[in-house]
């Protein structure tokens, strides 16, 4: 079993919806959980962080995390074509973990 | 003022040839990282220090070999380079296991 499993996709979304990427994980040892935004031909860019189980939201963005079903996941309200990207999900516990990332494409 | 900054951005050599890449960050940062991105966009871990100490190595052949001068710097160098080391070579940052930051990549191609 892989450490992280994240749905590949693509995934496809119309502007304005709301775009939902989820993460699941395997080491229980794992304490900080982070999201990263990789558009082509550019490096990964954290876009969130989330430390205790239940929601945290930075603008259009939520963070969900829920340790005891080990998983994590990360929600785009109103999604903009800018918000097109390869989104990777980590977790760090005794080492760092990534998953494979999910493509997303906002159709505007 | 760049926080995670790579040299060279691109690199094209022969099969056989030695080259290296080298990092620094200016963050402040405890641990830096090298990680390889293949063409199917898999962010795979090779490397981690830790203050100049080597705290991860992956499955990663020994022709590749990390360096740290100091905790500012992480550079990888590669020996015997093979077509399969084509790929994009990413420098990170962290206090250790927290968030990291990239540097841009350097896109390796051996032909």
């Known amino acids: 079993q892989k450490e992280v499993e994240q749905n590949s996709g693509p995934l496809s979304v119309p502007e304005g919806a709301i775009a939902s990427l989820n993460c699941t994980y395997s080491?229980?040892?794992?304490?900080?959980f982070f999201w990263y935004r990789q558009y082509s031909g550019k490096s990964p860019e954290l876009i969130m962080f989330?430390?205790?189980?239940g929601d945290k939201e930075d603008g259009r963005f939520t963070a969900q995390l829920n340790k005891a079903s080990q998983y994590v996941s990360l929600l785009i309200r109103d999604s903009q074509p800018s918000d097109s990207a390869t989104y990777l999900c980590?977790?760090?516990?005794?080492?760092?973990?990534f998953g494979t990332g999910t493509s997303l494409t906002v159709i505007p | 003022d760049t926080a995670v900054s790579q040299t060279p951005k691109y690199l094209v050599t022969q099969m056989g040839n030695d080259k290296s890449i080298k990092c620094e960050q200016n963050?402040?940062?405890?641990?830096m990282y090298w990680y390889k991105q293949d063409s199917k966009k898999f962010l795979k871990i090779m490397f981690s220090?830790?203050?100049?100490?080597?705290?991860i190595n992956e499955t990663v052949p020994n022709r590749f070999s990390p360096k740290s001068p100091d905790k500012a710097h992480l550079n990888l160098h590669i020996n015997s380079l093979e077509l399969g080391d084509s790929a994009v070579y990413f420098c990170?940052?962290?206090?250790?296991?927290?968030?990291?930051?990239f540097g841009p990549g350097t896109r390796l191609t051996v032909t």
């Open positions: 990170a940052s962290s206090q250790v296991l927290n968030e990291q930051y």
């Open positions: 080491d229980r040892g794992s304490q900080s």
């Open positions: 989330i430390y205790s189980n």
């Open positions: 980590s977790m760090a516990g005794n080492q760092f973990y």
């Open positions: 963050l402040g940062h405890d641990t």
């Open positions: 220090y830790n203050n100049k100490e080597l705290i």
